[in-house]
């Protein structure tokens, strides 16, 4: 089909030949002999494109549709078809015999489509001359002879208001069965030429049926299409043909046609599914009446498979190919309804991975992804094709049962999920050891609706974690009072650092050797205006799960060095630090070292005097950390790794990153006297970290015993209730003036 483009550029030529869009038609009139002789020499043609216009118009009585034949050089022919629209085209002056140019029409379809030997349509404005813009014109050029010139053209006029894409598509289906007819040369068969033209040629599926409801035709197309056999079709009745017969018989039943039928069949002998659009009309005679109708079909399955892969992007997780929360919502609607009419249960059971926020802020989200598909891959395995499993988003995933044989069978898959985690996942070289807090809610003894369900699910999961998570609960009444808590105290931890409710104690860090205080590590606590003072385990946790933890962590360190300095400008300290703890969140999260120096400009504290305390789980992505570790160095600031000896199993980032101190975590310092394993390793860290050069502080320390044994193993610096509790400020401050007002006595009597 011509675009646009040709028809604009015709525009163009009309305008270079000073053509008035405003004035009348103005034909070119023939003379009567010639028009005789030519019409004489397309009597063939003539007849046969007459057996398909007589066809064609009794298929839709009453459409105001004309049917025009031109020669190669655009006289008029034929003008056939309906009363009003040969009434409107002769008040034109469009008449057989006059010759339509573009030289003296303008614009139009007939010259478009002999000078381009391609079909043309032109509707309404794209004509040059006003007169024709309330026409549609669908034309097309035809050869008498196979491989022969252009002889002419065929069209169909209409009323724009009329005009729809199928009639170009049915004229270059006729005009292609008229082609092949003449070059058969097969006069004598002129009651087949609409079948032929229909049928035989047509690159879409075909199918008529008598007004009895039989097949009469199956063209070769639809056998290609449905790997059905025309003649084991034929005469039969139309309930054979399945799904098009259905259709068919309504048009039939109903005398009225059917449009963009969108039809999927399945293929057997080929193993898959095609998809069809189907369209069908009546087919009435000269009189009105009914005597058959006629179906068609084009194959539309790459439309449907990228319609189908929409859908399925729009029900899936692109990460996973796990139904997605959508698909949840819509499935779990459904299955409350069967519930509902079968007096059937359902379990719901809401899955949460164990800290695995831990593992994204770590090592990235691209590890983390990968992690996420081989655990929808073991879930899956683990529930089989009985029950479905949904990801809603990060690290949940939802079991939807629908048929359970008792309540406790949703325990039983709850806890095979559980296991199902247990061994290790492997993604490039790190490995991972998962755990999961799952929630169940059963309908409808927990909920009747979508909704309901996923709260009290959500409210037994979140029981589960506060219970230390790796396990599995079943919702009940109670535990809404929990999780109400848990709300109210988010809700009163947002307004904490605004409402001036947190406060810092300090631990004092003891050297064994000679006493003294060499550090003094910042510990956060809450004073909650209704539950009192909260220990960092009662609210950290929280902080962690909102994403709270980077605004009080950015409040602890400016405060910790703010007090530090006052303690260095007052004179009671001289070489200790101040540790403070910085979270997996907090570390990953940009502008960590510029928040770091910016604290320090705005404190006046030294570097030399800071001391930030990261995990080992930090280390995991040693691209990322070195980046984050040289840029806190370069400030001068002092890294200790605590807990050490409990997290990330490689020791390699101990030399790759610049480290001062690693702080032996207090489980080790607790089992001293009755685990010789925990007094290995114990010695083992001492020895590792003098060979690095590093300070080594022991935490936990609560007995003389442990202390006498570290001393004795050489351990430099230890921490614990021993010495000294955590204590505010003001206390601390007390505390490093009485030991200043000792040492300066001992000093005075020793000069004495």
């Not at 009914?290 to 929409?310: H, K, M, P, V, W």
């Not at 990968?370 to 479905?388: F, N, P, T, Y």
Request: net charge negative; hydrophobic share 40%.
């Amino acid at each position: 089909m011509l675009s646009a483009e040709y028809i604009a550029e015709s525009k163009e030529q009309c305008l270079k030949l000073g053509l008035d869009p405003q004035a009348a038609l103005r034909l070119e009139t023939g003379d009567p002999a010639a028009f005789k002789r030519k019409f004489a020499e397309y009597r063939q043609v003539l007849s046969v494109i007459d057996a398909f216009a007589a066809k064609f118009l009794r298929l839709g009585p009453g459409m105001p549709v004309l049917v025009l034949t031109t020669d190669e050089r655009g006289m008029i022919l034929k003008l056939d078809g309906d009363v009003t629209m040969k009434e409107h085209i002769r008040q034109l002056g469009i008449a057989a015999g006059s010759r339509i140019g573009e030289e003296w029409n303008g614009t139009n379809s007939v010259s478009l489509a002999l000078r381009h030997r391609q079909p043309c349509t032109v509707i309404g404005a794209e004509h040059y001359n006003r007169t024709l813009q309330n026409v549609a014109c669908y034309s097309a050029p035809f050869r008498c002879h196979a491989a022969g010139a252009v002889c002419g053209t065929l069209s169909l006029l209409t009323f724009t208001e009329h005009a729809n894409g199928l009639f170009a598509s049915l004229l270059h289906t006729v005009v292609d069965a008229i082609e092949r007819e003449l070059t058969l040369q097969d006069h004598n068969r002129q009651l087949n030429i609409l079948n032929k033209i229909l049928a035989d040629s047509a690159k879409t599926g075909i199918v008529i049926a008598d007004c009895s409801g039989n097949v009469t035709e199956f063209n070769h197309y639809a056998e290609v299409l449905t790997g059905l056999k025309k003649s084991e079709l034929l005469g039969k009745p139309l309930e054979v043909l399945d799904p098009f017969g259905k259709y068919i018989a309504e048009i039939l039943e109903n005398h009225v046609a059917r449009e963009d039928v969108e039809v999927v069949i399945e293929l057997p002998q080929h193993q898959k599914k095609l998809a069809l659009l189907f369209d069908g009309m009546p087919i009435d005679d000269a009189d009105h009446g009914l005597i058959g109708a006629y179906g068609q079909f084009r194959d539309i399955s790459e439309r449907y498979r990228t319609e189908e892969r929409i859908q399925y992007l729009a029900n899936h997780d692109d990460l996973t190919g796990l139904p997605n929360r959508r698909y949840f919502h819509d499935f779990l609607e459904r299955e409350i309804q069967n519930a509902q009419a079968g007096h059937s249960q359902i379990a719901l059971l809401l899955l949460d991975l164990d800290r695995f926020k831990r593992i994204n802020d770590t090592l990235g989200h691209f590890i983390g992804d990968r992690l996420l598909m081989k655990v929808a891959a073991r879930l899956e395995q683990c529930i089989g094709d009985q029950d479905k499993v949904f990801r809603m988003g990060g690290d949940e995933f939802i079991v939807v049962l629908t048929k359970l044989a008792h309540p406790k069978a949703a325990c039983a898959v709850a806890a095979a999920l559980g296991e199902s985690l247990k061994a290790p996942f492997q993604v490039e070289q790190y490995e991972f050891d998962l755990t999961a807090s799952i929630g169940i809610a059963y309908y409808p003894f927990n909920g009747r609706t979508v909704k309901d369900l996923l709260i009290h699910a959500d409210t037994a999961m979140f029981q589960v974690k506060e219970q230390g998570r790796n396990s599995f609960l079943t919702f009940n009444p109670g535990m809404n009072r929990r999780y109400e808590e848990q709300l109210a105290l988010e809700k009163y931890l947002r307004k904490a650092i605004v409402k001036n409710e947190l406060l810092l104690h300090y631990q004092p860090q003891i050297e064994l050797e000679s006493g003294a205080i060499v550090g003094l590590e910042a510990l956060i606590r809450w004073n909650h205006p209704v539950l009192g003072q909260l220990a960092p385990n009662e609210f950290i946790p929280l902080a962690e799960e909102t994403g709270l933890i980077v605004s009080i962590g950015e409040w602890v360190l400016r405060e910790a060095c703010q007090q530090f300095r006052r303690w260095l400008d007052l004179g009671l300290l001289q070489e200790a630090r101040v540790a403070v703890n910085l979270s997996s969140r907090q570390f990953v999260k940009c502008g960590l070292v510029n928040m770091v120096r910016k604290a320090l400009q705005e404190t006046g504290l030294d570097s030399r005097f800071l001391e930030l305390e990261i995990t080992e789980s930090v280390t995991m992505d040693m691209a990322r950390a070195s980046n984050i570790l040289g840029g806190l160095a370069n400030l001068g600031v002092k890294i200790a790794i605590d807990d050490f000896g409990t997290g990330y199993s490689s020791l390699s980032y101990l030399k790759r990153f610049t480290l001062h101190c690693l702080k032996i975590d207090r489980s080790f310092i607790q089992d001293l006297r009755t685990d010789p394993g925990a007094m290995g390793i114990v010695n083992a860290i001492l020895a590792m970290a003098r060979s690095l050069g590093l300070k080594v502080i022991a935490e936990g320390v609560e007995t003389e015993e442990q202390v006498q044994l570290l001393h004795e193993m050489n351990c430099p610096i230890v921490q614990g209730h021993y010495f000294y509790q955590p204590a505010t400020a003001p206390a601390i401050e007390e505390l490093l003036a009485e030991r200043l007002n000792s040492v300066s006595k001992t000093r005075r009597k020793r000069r004495n």
